[in-house]
């Protein structure tokens, strides 16, 4: 059983800038990938980034140019730089880690608020 401990978030205005980061532990080993998925008011869940063990990433084109994630596989950690934050970023954002066959974890979300 994978938990994960996530930090950051919180009020920003547009133009901002936020950083979220997220700590794995138990059951750490053959995590796949790292990632960070949101979920805005009255919207679905979505993929914002994710970041794979061998290093490659990848962004949703929304995020793409603001956004960057880093994974440190050592430490089982994952982070969000987030700058030029906009309103339509507002939104509950979950880390997530995928273990492959042996199932996905999430932790409880952090809520990021960008007011114009």
């Known amino acids: 059983q994978v938990q994960l401990v996530e930090s950051g978030g919180g009020l920003v205005q547009a133009g901002g800038s936020l950083r979220l980061s997220c700590a794995a532990s138990?059951?750490?080993?053959?995590?796949?990938?790292m990632a960070w998925y949101r979920q805005g008011p009255g919207k679905q869940r979505e993929l914002v980034a994710r970041?794979?063990?061998?290093?490659?990433?990848n962004y949703s084109d929304s995020v793409k140019g603001r956004f960057t994630i880093s994974r440190d596989n050592a430490k089982n950690t994952v982070s969000l730089q987030m700058n030029s934050l906009k309103p339509e970023d507002t939104a509950v954002y979950y880390c997530?880690?995928?273990?492959?066959?042996?199932?996905?974890?999430w932790g409880r979300g952090t809520q990021v608020t960008v007011s114009s």
């Open positions: 997530n880690v995928d273990k492959g066959m042996s199932g996905s974890y």
């Open positions: 138990g059951g750490t080993f053959s995590i796949v990938a």
């Open positions: 970041a794979f063990r061998g290093g490659s990433t």
